[in-house]
């Protein structure tokens, strides 16, 4: 019992460095200059000279691979963005690797786009990123890891998708899929297909979905990992079809584990054992909020081995799994989920059907053992979707919303005082709980929105070093391209 209240007081301290971690690292820059680069260029070549500051692959070329050369060569936490044309209403953008895998070696930010229209694509042949930054933050955003390819002639071979030796990464609105790793014998040692962490990893609003490995299809986990608002679905493995945690710590964690807050394991498949999740000890798996159901194996479909319950969740088929509390739904109860499809919002998600059990049945603290007791804010499927509708949080990673939440896209024009359009300006949307987001005009001084919740009203201004414009106060009932401004004088 001791040392059960050790370990329960040590995730609970791992939890809260996390949050604060990488609450620093979205609002703070390091202590060097950061550097920032914006990719122009779908292609993939090196940079010219890492080091120097630019981001040159060739004449007024910046790539996504020599853009992270330049930022594993310089000090400090550099920024990685995407240019305009990457984010055009109709933008749909895959970066196919064709020099290997890409290495990040140290502290930066990938922002992209969003999950559904900028693919960073193995091409069938390579792993796509490969993480060896000890002690440096990695944020990854807002795109798909997919395609990736790894096969080891002798024994061990990490993630086709993103194997994370050492760092601390974040991945937010990411899908992750069909990464394959294998080798002689693809159901020995092939260690994760789709994401592998020896180190410290955190997922919220991804998706896990159609990778393979030989133990983990979807995660490979020997480090400490936290998940939330987050789907595990339609993997493969011989053993752990969805995830794979295993007993052993890596040489960066002393205590390997992993902690889910409101996910959904479903649909995936191992040959032996643990078809959603495979848990080694009795405290690498603590679920709170979590579905794993319609998994499949010869023995143990959902769940094999032990589980650390912290309530509110349901294992549709426990096996041999031990380790829940009165909180949890009892064995076998279906939580009716449907296909993994788009849903709304930048990954594809499992919704809960009329019915389902999971509905109202979740625990609204977020935070292990109640550090922090707080409503949640969206679902997975982020703005528009409320996560918490009625009396409780529905358990998994999607929350069903009373009324379906219609998002739509907006647009207009900014221009100059002579009608024609005005590049470069700065427009930005502000919702009634003050969020905010911009948008940058292009040449022809367009500019739009996605994902704009319909009966809502937001505040559109412009900014720009030329002209003034007014604000617009408006509420949205369905898609809008006119959303224009023009000048005044004062």
Not at 3 to 13: E, F, G, L, T, Y
Not at 383 to 411: M, N, P, Y
Request: proline letters at 4%; aromatic letters at 8%; hydrophobic letters at 35%.
């Amino acid at each position: 019992m001791k040392n059960q209240n050790k370990m329960k007081n040590q995730m609970k301290s791992y939890v809260t460095y996390f949050v604060m971690m990488f609450a620093l690292l979205l609002t703070t820059a390091s202590a060097a200059q950061a550097a920032n680069f914006t990719v122009n260029m779908d292609t993939d070549l090196k940079d010219l000279v890492p080091g120097d500051g630019i981001c040159h692959a060739a004449y007024r070329t910046c790539t996504l691979r020599a853009a992270i050369e330049e930022a594993n060569a310089l000090p400090g936490k550099d920024n990685i963005g995407f240019s305009q044309s990457f984010s055009a209403p109709n933008a749909l953008k895959t970066i196919v690797l064709t020099l290997g895998q890409l290495e990040i070696k140290s502290e930066m930010s990938i922002y992209g786009t969003d999950a559904r229209k900028l693919m960073i694509d193995g091409n069938h042949a390579s792993r796509v990123f490969n993480v060896t930054a000890p002690q440096s933050h990695i944020y990854i955003s807002g795109l798909t890891i997919q395609n990736g390819f790894t096969y080891t002639p002798e024994f061990v071979s990490c993630a086709a998708g993103l194997c994370l030796v050492n760092g601390k990464v974040f991945l937010d609105r990411v899908t992750v899929r069909n990464n394959v790793s294998t080798g002689v014998n693809p159901q020995l040692r092939e260690y994760g297909g789709g994401l592998a962490n020896y180190d410290l990893m955190q997922l919220h609003n991804c998706t896990v979905s159609g990778n393979k490995g030989g133990v983990g299809g979807g995660i490979y986990n020997k480090g400490q990992m936290y998940m939330d608002n987050t789907t595990v679905s339609g993997n493969i493995a011989g053993w752990g079809g969805g995830i794979y945690i295993a007993g052993a710590s890596s040489p960066y964690n002393p205590t390997a584990f992993l902690m889910t807050f409101n996910i959904t394991v479903s649909d995936n498949q191992a040959q032996t054992e643990g078809g959603g999740v495979w848990s080694n000890n009795a405290f690498s798996f603590t679920p709170v909020n979590t579905i794993v159901a319609g998994n499949v194996a010869p023995s143990n479909n959902d769940v094999h081995g032990f589980i650390n319950s912290q309530g509110n969740n349901l294992i549709e088929n426990r096996g041999n799994s031990s380790g829940y509390v009165a909180s949890d739904l009892p064995n076998g109860t279906n939580p009716l989920l449907g296909a993994l499809q788009n849903n709304g919002g930048p990954t594809d998600t499992h919704v809960l059907m009329a019915g389902s059990p999971a509905i109202d049945a979740g625990n609204d603290c977020k935070v292990y053992a109640s550090i922090n007791c707080a409503p949640y804010g969206d679902d997975q499927r982020y703005i528009g979707f409320q996560r918490k509708v009625g009396s409780s949080v529905d358990i998994g990673a999607i929350e069903i919303q009373t009324q379906s939440a219609a998002v739509v896209q907006i647009g207009g024009k900014v221009l100059k005082p002579n009608g024609r359009g005005l590049n470069n300006a700065i427009v930005t949307l502000t919702d009634e709980q003050g969020i905010s987001r911009s948008a940058e005009t292009d040449s022809n001084g367009r500019y739009s929105f996605d994902e704009v919740v319909t009966g809502k009203a937001y505040i559109v201004k412009v900014e720009t070093r030329q002209y003034e414009y007014d604000s617009q106060e408006l509420v949205f009932n369905g898609p809008r391209d006119d959303v224009d401004f023009v000048p005044v004088q004062r």
